[in-house]
């Protein structure tokens, strides 16, 4: 049976609109001139402003930092629950479980005012850490998801004939489950550093006035002086997206 | 029969459970008091409980607001099923090797930064920008007219940004579709677009409820697409609640809107759980019969 040619018509437009606007801001990342209407002449002259740019390195440190330790901590406890919802299946893990995804499913400015209200009533200072505190929140669901999904397509079996084999429990761990599951912990890594490093919205609510990150500082270029220097940002971020996906597909669907 | 809880599974259990207990339970349990507290005169958080702050939600003012907010975001829900449809049944009819090229194609700019995505279209919309220049010079628009800072703009932003939430529910389960029940239909004489409408879809229907949620939700609680490319008369109750907490300091009101907004996403979603589960027990009962 053929297709038909109004799915595929419609597919190449979807494709289209998702990459046209990408794809124009990258030339205008080469642009001479600001406005993105006329192409002047090829320049490098936004990449150049963009490294001399003071804020924008302040920004992407604490970027880095808050992602290295939002990251770390919630791969501890994302791999924990993990374990604790796939080996248990008590009601706890249940509501352990709606723990884990209702995060997932409330929009970002909820838990934003929530963490919020949370850090002004218990006189925290809003700062690095509260960022370090939210973005660990929303990380850890991510993480529980990814490898809980690789544990479920896994053959118990193996465990058990390790068991009768005379494996200790500290044994099981060390040589099956850590090997088994080391491709989905890096995944669920690489997946909760991007999301460090890209949240906005509950960024923004828990930052107070002190800790600048990369998107609030996009976000105040955007909102208040939009000079081409995003653009050239825009691309590089772009550029590392690719890589770090590229890299967890791969960890992804390696043959174990 | 209940088992009681050994040792190792509240060691493994505890540290994410309380993390997640702190860090999301409790404030979202505070957000919904603080709903029902006074606000001071300085926009402070009040000492007695009441009813008041939510009561002011209820003015034309507020009203306009929610409205705006829940048609702008059905708008957008109705836009991406429309395209998602299609694009669904296309990829799980493609072959392999391109279906999965367009699959990492329609994923990868989901995974680049929000606000970079969001600054590409307000670029383009841009009174100097690409898609300006060019409707002007083709007269499709005069040089008044301005794409930014309105409905529209809103729309076409948040259909760009959720849109991959839409497609992905629909082509998977468009993959596990039967389609020999399409040619069959067609055999017996339909044309291929009523297959698609009077076979396809409605076998679709839970993909769709889904995919619907994916992209309802998220834009329900939107705040940033607004703040940036939307203007006043676009205003939407992300936008209100930011103002309400970090301009006016008024918590108790910021909060009471982040109750109605979560009533606003808890109601549809519980509609389609309770409508799920009747259509279950329906199935189970014919079954029964049989």
């Known amino acids: ?256 | 029969m209940r088992k009681s809880l050994s040792k190792a599974e509240i060691l493994l259990t505890l540290p994410s459970f309380g993390w997640l207990f702190t860090f999301f339970f409790v404030p979202t349990a505070i957000v919904f008091a603080l709903g029902f507290k006074s606000t001071t005169s300085q926009g402070g958080i009040g000492e007695q409980w009441t009813l008041e702050t939510m009561g002011k939600l209820f003015n034309i003012h507020y009203l306009v607001l929610i409205a705006r907010t829940v048609y702008l975001s059905a708008v957008t829900t109705i836009i991406c099923i429309a395209l998602a449809l299609p694009v669904g049944y296309y990829l799980a009819r493609a072959p392999v090797r391109l279906r999965n090229l367009l699959l990492m194609l329609i994923i990868v700019p989901f995974w680049s930064s929000f606000l970079i995505r969001i600054f590409a279209w307000k670029s383009l919309l841009h009174p100097e920008g690409f898609i300006k220049q060019w409707l002007a010079y083709f007269h499709i628009i005069n040089d008044e007219t301005t794409l930014l800072y309105n409905s529209g703009a809103v729309v076409l932003v948040m259909v760009y940004t959720y849109l991959p939430f839409g497609i992905l529910p629909i082509y998977a389960a468009a993959s596990k579709f039967n389609f020999h029940l399409l040619e069959a239909a067609m055999d017996l004489g339909a044309t291929r677009m009523q297959a698609f409408i009077k076979i396809f879809i409605p076998l679709l229907k839970q993909a769709i409820l889904t995919a619907a949620i994916l992209v309802f939700v998220p834009a329900i609680g939107a705040y940033v697409i607004p703040d940036l490319v939307g203007g006043t008369q676009s205003e939407m109750i992300g936008n209100k609640i930011a103002q309400k907490t970090l301009l006016d300091r008024n918590l108790p009101l910021a909060s009471a809107l982040s109750t109605l907004l979560g009533v606003t996403i808890a109601l549809p979603a519980l509609a389609i759980l309770y409508f799920q589960k009747k259509s279950k027990s329906y199935i189970l009962e014919k079954k029964g019969i049989e």
């Open chain 1, 1 to 256: 049976m053929k297709v038909g040619k109004i799915p595929f018509c419609v597919t190449l437009l979807v494709i289209a609109f998702l990459y046209i606007p990408i794809v124009i801001l990258i030339i205008n990342s080469f642009n001479e001139s600001q406005f993105s209407g006329n192409f002047t002449a090829f320049s490098l002259k936004w990449y150049k402003k963009l490294i001399s740019e003071k804020a924008m390195w302040e920004a992407l440190t604490n970027s880095l930092i808050i992602g290295f330790f939002a990251t770390l901590i919630s791969v501890v406890l994302g791999t924990l629950a993990a374990l604790a919802i796939y080996n248990y299946k008590s009601n706890l893990q249940k509501i352990h479980l709606s723990f884990i995804y209702t995060p997932l499913i409330v929009p970002d400015i909820l838990m934003g005012i929530g963490l919020l209200l949370f850090f002004i009533l218990l006189n925290i200072k809003l700062g690095l850490f509260t960022v370090f505190l939210a973005h660990t929140t929303f990380c850890v669901s991510y993480v529980t998801m990814v490898i809980l999904a690789k544990l479920q397509n896994f053959d118990y079996s193996l465990i058990e004939a390790a068991r009768d084999l005379g494996a200790s429990h500290f044994q099981v761990f060390r040589k099956i489950l850590v090997p088994l599951l080391s491709p989905a912990i890096a995944a669920g890594a690489l997946l909760s550093f991007t999301l460090s490093i890209d949240d906005f919205v509950i960024t923004f609510f828990v930052a107070g006035k002190g800790a600048v990150t990369l998107p609030i500082y996009i976000y105040s270029l955007v909102k208040f002086g939009s000079t081409p220097i995003i653009n050239a940002l825009s691309f590089i971020m772009l550029t590392l997206t690719f890589i770090v996906i590229f890299t967890s597909e791969r960890l992804l669907n390696k043959k174990t």
